[in-house]
């Protein structure tokens, strides 16, 4: 049975990934991950999205996997297809970006959370994740104050180097890339960069979903899955 790596956002645990691990399972090994002080992995000296990269591996015992990332986890997935493209199969990059912004912003945003602790920041996030009257709200704001802060803001640190836009032509692996219509935190013209630089990548645009595409719109997304990963 193949192996199929999920990757999720900044903020998130394994957990968002509940829908798809139902659906992939059936099919496929599934290893859903953790980044550094989310989901109650230790904090981790971080510094770059290669380091992330590289702690993700830590947890995928398999020589050859397909990756699904989203949003954090889909810079992770990139960066894995560029340094080790032997080891990927397959590339699902959901709600992310290969630049998320000016670093100025991200590294505003760690150094608030240093000082004040992700409450600070918990409904902004929220807004973006989900579209509103999202009936589970509570559950996902439970895992996002979850985080450590530190390892929180760590990310956020490794985001502010992040800048993939040219590199991501060197992608090999087959890819689907997947926006939320209404997604405030990776547009759908950031997808459409990546679906236009990747060669032979796939674009998909959910009209309305926010940035937690998967859990919203588990049943298309898994759909999707399915088949670019079969």
């Known amino acids: 049975m193949s192996t199929v ?5 900044l903020g998130s645990s394994s957990e968002m990934w509940e829908p798809q691990r139902a659906a992939l399972g059936q099919r496929f090994d599934v290893v859903a991950t953790e980044h550094p002080g989310h989901g109650g992995a230790p904090v981790a000296d971080v510094r770059d999205i290669g380091d992330l990269a590289r702690y993700v591996l830590e947890q995928v015992a398999a020589d050859r996997f397909s990756f699904v ?3 954090l986890g889909g810079a992770v997935a990139m960066q894995l297809a560029l340094d080790a493209p032997e080891r990927i199969d397959r590339l699902a990059l959901l709600c992310t970006s290969a630049y ?4 100025a912003g991200w590294r505003e945003r760690a150094a608030l959370v240093r000082a004040e602790g992700l409450e600070a920041i918990v ?3 929220l807004a973006r994740w989900f ?3 999202f009936p589970d709200l509570p559950r996902y704001r439970e895992m996002f ?3 450590d802060p530190q390892g929180y803001a760590r990310c956020c640190d490794a985001i502010a180097g992040w800048d993939a836009r040219d590199a991501v032509a060197g992608i090999v ?3 689907l890339c997947v926006a939320g219509g209404d997604d405030p935190s990776t547009p759908p013209e950031h997808l459409e960069l990546l679906a236009s630089r990747i060669p032979g990548a796939r674009l998909e645009v959910f009209p309305g979903a926010r940035h937690l595409a998967n859990v919203e719109h588990a049943d298309d997304v898994n759909r ?3 088949e670019h990963l079969a």
């Open 5 to 9: 790596v999920l990757c999720g956002s």
């Open 69 to 71: 990332g989203l949003s």
């Open 100 to 103: 998320f912004g000016p670093p």
């Open 123 to 125: 409904d902004v996030v």
């Open 131 to 133: 579209t509103p009257g």
């Open 145 to 147: 104050l979850a985080t």
């Open 173 to 175: 692996a087959p890819t």
């Open 224 to 226: 999707l899955l399915l």
